[in-house]
């Protein structure tokens, strides 16, 4: 391994993660020049150094995910994307052209800030077309906010991306109903709640960062568990609870609705009544543990 980067620095780390997302296998990627060696890489992993196990993880999945014909990030063509915005074309119109990526894809380079895209992006916007003013609506954009809100992300979060409307916008264009809008959007609110129900186990779940190595006085290492983090999984958990229980209270709400109607429409009221009687008749008799010890 003579010659190979011994350390670990955010630099290095980028550019191994770009290259797996481009496809490359590891292998590849580690027999390069100043690049690190396979073990090294793996031990970042391992030890998730500065998060990267995450990030690897990510990178990998975004290579094996990727649609037949989906254009991968390089900086050729991050280059070709912002030189065109400088020039004062549009996202919309720069996605068409053939070999260019979708509006997702660079949405998601933007978000990632692959290789520094993030800035370059957003100043090319200004130079291209100044101060952002309001977004047209365009049915691309419809169906970006809507897969992005089938991903779990929340509107606000959404709204603060690069080249999308703001809330305001959204929320006129639900009032509109453009092409059904409106109903596409509860559906993709609801496929969301799962989503952040599925994270919600995935908090409860995770132990990896749960406890800490704290050095004391004397020179002995102890492990203690990391109350911070444990509180703020805990914030995380809950705070997405309340949420479904606002957002979908027949699904996830602590109470149940006695009320409640099943897909096909019909009030179960009386079949709930019928079965709650059922059930009193039968327990009326059984031994009340309150008065088994008297």
């Not at 068409?96 to 380079?109: F, K, Q």
Request: charged content about 35%; some cysteine.
């Amino acid at each position: 391994m003579t010659g190979r980067p011994p350390l670990y620095t955010a630099e290095l780390a980028q550019r191994v993660l770009d290259a797996l997302s481009s496809g490359r296998t590891l292998g590849e990627v580690c027999r390069e020049t100043d690049t690190p060696s396979e073990i090294t890489v793996r031990k970042w992993v391992q030890e998730d150094t500065d998060g990267f196990a995450a990030r690897y993880r990510q990178a990998r999945q975004a290579a094996l995910t990727a649609a037949p014909g989906q254009v991968r990030y390089s900086r050729e063509v991050a280059d070709a994307v912002t030189g065109a915005l400088s020039r004062g074309r549009t996202l919309a119109e720069v996605c068409r052209e053939i070999g260019m990526p979708s509006l997702n894809t660079v949405a998601r380079w933007v978000a990632e800030d692959r290789d520094g895209f993030a800035g370059r992006y957003r100043l090319a916007r200004q130079n291209g077309h100044g101060r952002t003013g309001q977004v047209a609506h365009t049915s691309e954009l419809e169906e970006l906010i809507l897969r992005e809100l089938m991903s779990g992300r929340t509107l606000t979060d959404i709204c603060r991306d690069p080249d999308m409307p703001a809330v305001g916008s959204v929320q006129a264009w639900l009032a509109e109903d453009r092409n059904g809008f409106a109903a596409r959007y509860r559906r993709a609110r609801e496929i969301g709640c799962d989503i952040v129900a599925d994270e919600m186990v995935d908090i409860a779940d995770d132990r990896s960062q749960d406890w800490i190595l704290r050095h004391n006085n004397d020179g002995s290492v102890e492990v203690i568990l990391d109350a911070e983090r444990v509180s703020r999984a805990r914030l995380r958990f809950e705070a997405r609870r309340w949420r479904l229980s606002k957002m979908l209270p027949r699904a996830y709400g602590e109470r149940l609705d006695l009320t409640a109607r099943h897909d096909g429409g019909r009030d179960d009221r009386e079949s709930w009544a019928d079965l709650l009687k059922e059930v009193d008749g039968k327990t009326r008799f059984l031994p009340n543990k309150r008065h088994d010890g008297e």
